[in-house]
T-cell receptor, first 111, second 113 residues
Framework: GQQLNQSPQSMFIQEGEDVSMNCTSS?????WLWYKQDPGEGPVLLIA?????ELTSNGRLTAQFGITRKDSFLNISASIPSDVGIYFC???????????FGKGTKLTVNP | NAGVTQTPKFQVLKTGQSMTLQCAQD?????MSWYRQDPGMGLRLIHY???????DQGEVPNGYNVSRSTTEDFPLRLLSAAPSQTSVYFC????????????FGQGTRLTVV
């Protein structure tokens, strides 16, 4: 119940294509977070979602908090080479500051 | 504005050696944590601290010790390094309270031979 299932594990796309990835869990959560890790760097928060059904955008990125509160989606439109990296979903655990991460989606963008 | 600073960036240890990974933050954050990142495993929580003098175990604490004598610093100690501890280690900090953004350091790449 604590694990986050993130898919796909990896994606190879052409520049300009749209990307979609998702994260699911068997448990209900109040928060979904999406982080991006550039090669050789630490993760950086992209989008935070706090309400079921919430749809939030950050530039070309759009994320949604599933209505069942058990899943979330991240979409990237018109991908560019700097979108390369690993995207993680995450949630806080048990009403604390502890973050639990999915295993990540590694994105490769071919120019 | 330094944020979260980790040192060293790279380290090679022999099995059985000890060392301390340093982490410092200048944002006056109460909450600090250590993660390890292994291929295909995501980030797994090792230890965390909700304030000076308070630490607790995460998901994978065995083989690691921590202490939090100041708000700014949260070192991670490997008492007797093992090859299974070869990994990339990340320190993170955030304000206290759930749903606050965690800021990560650049990581320490550790190899144990």
């Amino acid at each position: 119940g604590q694990q986050l299932n993130q898919s796909p594990q990896s994606m190879f796309i052409q520049e300009g294509e749209d990307v979609s990835m998702n994260c699911t869990s068997s448990s209900i959560f109040n928060t979904w977070l999406w982080y991006k890790q550039d090669p050789g760097e630490g993760p950086v928060l992209l989008i935070a979602l706090y309400k079921a059904g919430e749809l939030t955008s950050n530039g070309r990125l759009t994320a949604q908090f599933g209505i069942t509160r058990k899943d979330s989606f991240l979409n990237i439109s018109a991908s560019i080479p700097s979108d390369v990296g690993i995207y993680f979903c995450a949630r806080t655990q048990g009403g604390s500051e502890k973050l639990v991460f999915g295993k990540g989606t590694k994105l490769t963008v071919n120019p | 504005n330094a944020g979260v600073t980790q040192t060293p960036k790279f380290q090679v240890l022999k099995t059985g050696q000890s060392m301390t990974l340093q982490c410092a933050q200048d944002m006056n954050h109460e909450y600090m944590s250590w993660y390890r990142q292994d291929p295909g495993m995501g980030l797994r929580l090792i230890h965390y601290s909700v304030g000076a003098g308070i630490t607790d175990q995460g998901e994978v604490p065995n083989g690691y010790n921590v202490s939090r004598s100041t708000t700014e610093d949260f070192p991670l100690r490997l008492l007797s390094a093992a090859p299974s501890q070869t990994s990339v280690y990340f320190c993170a900090s955030s304000r206290q309270g759930i749903d606050t953004e965690a800021f990560f350091g650049q990581g320490t790449r550790l190899t144990v031979v």
